[in-house]
């Protein structure tokens, strides 16, 4: 099979496409033939060797992918051609040995699920670390309640949009930022009750006049460092901003502490893990939902481009172009 | 009566005591003989016109007080003859008209409460700012728990003691930490489990090595500024940090945002507002509870100094030296 490694950290160019034995599962692990890989940032960070998680050099790369199961324990939930996708569980895949841009990975059983009836193998990559991601900071964790104002800032990411489509289903208002007018009416096309183009408009302004000068009830935001300060002036008194990436890496997070404290702000790290890690009840639940969600149609997984696995460079070298909108997929 | 008005905003000596009418209470007020006036941060804050809640000038000064009712409505809830203590209400109190450092304060009803039984009319200005803002922060907001670690930073404040004694009654263990050897003794005299001297220990090392390097679960902080990013290290995963003050004041907090977002914390801004202004319900029920605690030994105010009213700019001054271990009250 082919299997993208890393030789060093760096630029795209330092993956290459190899040759590579397809993996045994042990048991309770399966096999999967890979229809559908799921680019994230926290890939590109990865091969940049930023990532919290530093793998052993050279090593493979992707914690998300889906496909179809080619081997299974007799004993698993999963038999020979069901049709599956890895769940977020950064901390228990160690791309080193185990990275999913590849024809083929392993899993353990727990860490995967079935890719929902309405999702086809091709977007099996493009569903769980997004909406997982979403669902668990706007609902589970930040409690989002309808008729809320909700800030979704860099919306254009694929957690962004799948954050604006679970908000409005949620009966949020949302308001969408970006730093492009194209996407601006990309954004409003997608769902978003209004958009800032940051570029351009005093993101600040701009919310406190959407919310007639209250704030909003909530920010999900990736971007963090000096944005960290605005989002305390733009958030209502009691508000709570949850931050979920460093997109200004390494930029630190700097605000006046009297902001905080006088507004009561409840500013929140976050990832993935953070509800559903430990709480396997909480994220089965929250697959039910979005799967769910996806089969009625609520929730549609927004596809930007698709790469051949052969052009793994290319795809890193878009995923950080800035032009992204929506979900990044290499198709093996 | 007596009454210290500030003539500008700086050092001590802008206040000065003069002589002014008894003041009249209107429909919902209530006149009361002070006997005991309680110091905090914020009237430093206010002289120094620093307080976000800024008065004109000349202004009186002075939130907390306690003493004894001369006048009421007919249909008030107090009578003349009762012992009261002022709630904190920093809102809803102009010191511009309404300084408490005086012979005489009016104050609505609504912001008033009878002072617990086993507290002597000296002391009635040394309980509620100190005792619902520790409440307030660890029990119904921060929802401390039997068996926890909590940092109070700061500790020799009477914000502080009083977090400590709260704490302890709530079945948590404390890490108290101060910048004087001196403090530490009393600090673990005072209930402390362990105490750390920032000044002279590595605070991050220390809380980690006092929690099997897990990480304290709740730190409470009046210092914020760079003390920000030092908490979010001796903090543990999933854990939070409530920030109620800024003797850094005005540096500003500044950290990695990786470590708050990877870790899951929540660094929240908390005021006794926070809790209490909108929520009467549980502003009742901590005054319920604290009195309790008050009136049966678990909890108990250490009063550290007190001033007669002539010495005022000295209470000022004592308050800004550092030397503080406990409450500063001013006796009438």
């Known amino acids: 099979m082919r299997k993208a490694m890393m030789r060093s950290f760096g630029p795209p160019d330092v993956l290459e496409l190899v040759e590579a034995e397809i993996p045994s599962p042990k048991p309770h692990e399966v096999l999967v033939r890979v229809t559908s890989i799921g680019m994230n940032r926290s890939d590109v960070d990865c091969r940049q060797g930023i990532y919290p998680v530093k793998p052993h050099l050279p090593s493979g790369i992707g914690w998300e992918a889906g496909g179809i199961v080619v081997q299974a324990d007799e004993n698993s939930t999963f038999k020979a051609g069901d049709r599956v996708s890895s769940l977020p569980c950064s901390k228990f895949v160690d791309v080193t040995d185990y990275g999913r ?25 493009a569903i769980w670390i997004n909406y997982l991601t979403a669902y668990g900071a706007l609902m589970d964790v930040g409690k989002l309640e309808q008729g809320e104002t909700i800030v979704i800032s860099a919306a254009s990411g694929a957690t962004g949009i799948a954050a604006m489509q679970i908000a409005k289903l949620s009966g949020a208002r949302v308001i969408a930022t970006t730093r492009s007018d194209d996407k601006c009416d990309r954004l409003l096309a997608a769902g978003a009750d209004h958009v800032i183009n940051t570029r351009t408009e005093d993101y600040v302004c701009r919310a406190l006049t959407l919310t007639g000068d209250r704030g909003a009830d909530f920010i999900f935001d990736p971007i963090t460092g000096p944005f960290v300060a605005r989002h305390l002036e733009a958030v209502r008194r009691n508000g709570r901003v949850l931050i979920y990436g460093v997109l200004t890496y390494p930029e630190f997070a700097s605000f006046d502490p009297d902001v905080l404290i006088n507004k009561h702000i409840t500013l929140r790290g976050y990832t993935v893990d953070d509800p559903y890690l430990t709480d396997r009840s ?11 969600h996806l089969d009625e149609g609520g929730l549609r997984p927004v596809i930007c481009r698709r790469f051949p696995l052969e052009q793994v460079v290319e ?5 950080e172009s800035g032009q992204q909108f929506g979900k990044i997929l290499i198709n093996p």
């Open 282 to 292: 909480a994220l089965t639940a929250a697959i039910r939902v979005i799967s769910d």
């Open 101 to 125: 841009t590849a024809d083929y990975f392993v899993a353990n059983a727990e860490w995967l699920t079935n890719t929902p009836d309405s999702v086809p193998d091709r977007d099996a990559g």
């Open 315 to 319: 795809a890193h070298e878009y995923s």
